[in-house]
């Protein structure tokens, strides 16, 4: 069974950074498109960004596009999100989890999150 | 950014009742690519549907999903106690979207 597990979050300034690795195992990890999404305390899931299997295309939200920078290293199995020029509105628990059109039937792997609270 | 529009924002209901819950997108939701996420309090989200109405592994068939046009629509029949959560649907096909959930109580 596939398993994610986020780390790197914590407490920092805002307009500072932060960078946020997500370590994939049990599964195909290079097969599979990544999204990060994340969740502010008592609010909805948020989604971040994404990226394509062989990392060569991404997508970003509008609130995090020119400040956020997804990547992976399919040879470490591992997922990264570069957070610059953090904001108060940026503090919230990011998960990572496998894209659901990767696979059918949809493989669906979330990690338990990692906080990261921007204080101003 | 395709906007995924959840209502209503909450329902109260009790054991062996229906609830009935509606994610509007702003466009065209590409290949049926929508599904639907359970989350409870501290848990991480659950894969419920995909690809509009294909329940996901181990999910009992009290569970639906449909479409008609870009009004999506997750059926919960028979809701038992366990079913408190928050729904969230979220579509896959244009980048990624989240709608914004509806909080199912069981009284």
């Known amino acids: 069974q596939g398993q994610l597990v986020e780390s790197g979050g914590g407490v920092v300034q805002s307009g500072g950074s932060l960078r946020l690795s997500c370590a994939a195992s049990g599964f195909t990890f290079s097969s599979f498109g990544m999204h990060w999404v994340r969740q502010a305390p008592g609010k909805g899931l948020v989604w971040v960004a994404f990226?394509?299997?062989?990392?060569?295309?991404?997508e970003y939200a509008d609130s995090v596009k020119g400040r956020f920078t997804i990547s992976r290293d399919n040879s470490k199995n591992t997922l990264y999100l570069e957070m610059d020029n953090l904001r108060a509105e940026d503090t919230a628990v990011y998960y990572c989890a496998t894209s659901l059109s990767s696979s059918w039937p949809p493989e669906d792997f979330w990690g338990p999150g990692t906080s990261v609270t921007v204080s101003s | 950014d395709m906007v995924l529009t959840q209502s209503p924002g909450s329902l109260s209901l009790s054991p062996g009742e229906s609830a009935t819950l509606s994610c509007r997108a702003g466009q065209s939701v590409i290949s049926d690519y929508l599904a639907w996420y359970q989350q409870k309090p501290g848990q991480t989200p659950r894969l419920l549907i995909y690809g509009v109405s294909s329940r996901a592994t181990g999910i009992p068939d009290r569970f639906s999903g449909s479409v008609s046009g870009t009004d999506f629509t997750l059926t919960i029949s028979r809701l038992e106690p366990e079913d408190s959560a928050v729904y969230f649907c979220h579509q896959y096909g244009s980048s990624a979207t989240f709608g914004g959930g509806t909080k199912v109580e069981i009284k």
């Open positions: 990226i394509w299997h062989h990392g060569g295309e991404k």
